[in-house]
């Protein structure tokens, strides 16, 4: 089994930065990939950056140019730079990681971030 523990988040202005942080713990060896999914009130959860272990990393059109995702394997951490962050930004982000060689199957409790108009 392995374990996400987010932290960052909170509020913050339009265009404006914010930093996510997750830590892994337990089977990290498991492991094939980490990186952030995030919800919108009333959306559905989509994806906004991942990194394989051999470090490419894979970036939602909205993402591009404006977040960057970076992993730390040392200390089996997944971060997430936000910069030039929109109203539309505002959603719960959730640090993820994968076992298999497709879907996400593991996810941290999630953390809020806001961004104000």
């Known amino acids: 089994q392995v374990q996400l523990v987010e932290s960052g988040g909170g509020l913050v202005q339009a265009g404006g930065s914010l930093g996510l942080s997750c830590a892994a713990s337990?089977?990290?060896?498991?492991?094939?990939?980490m990186g952030w999914f995030r919800q919108a009130p009333g959306k559905r959860r989509e994806l906004v950056a991942v990194?394989?272990?051999?470090?490419?990393?894979d970036y939602s059109d909205f993402a591009k140019g404006r977040f960057t995702v970076s992993r730390d394997n040392t200390k089996n951490t997944v971060s997430l730079q936000m910069n030039g962050l929109k109203p539309e930004d505002t959603a719960i982000y959730y640090c993820?990681?994968?076992?298999?060689?497709?879907?996400?199957?593991?996810w941290g409790q999630g953390t809020q971030v806001t961004v104000s108009s």
């Open positions: 990194m394989s272990n051999e470090g490419t990393a």
């Open positions: 337990g089977n990290i060896l498991s492991l094939k990939a």
């Open positions: 993820v990681a994968r076992t298999t060689n497709s879907w996400y199957d593991i």
